[in-house]
């Protein structure tokens, strides 16, 4: 099997590098959910169907400080 290097180093920059515009879907997607479960961060885990923890680390990770301040 031939593996296409410069393929798989694009992948890995873009795992190392997060793309403007997905940090920027990842915020909003998340602000989004929250808003239309009040600010209910486990109904908004349950939507984005994700760990509510996880939920946490990735609003700590994207910055989102509104969010983090109500913890």
Known sequence: MVINTLAVEAVF??????????????RQCIQAALARH????????????????NLHKLARRLALKDWLLKT
């Open 38 to 53: 009040g600010g209910n961060r486990a109904g908004a885990a349950r939507e984005l169907d994700i760990d509510a923890s």
């Open 13 to 26: 920059a873009d795992l190392v590098t997060e793309q403007p515009q997905a940090v920027r879907l990842q």
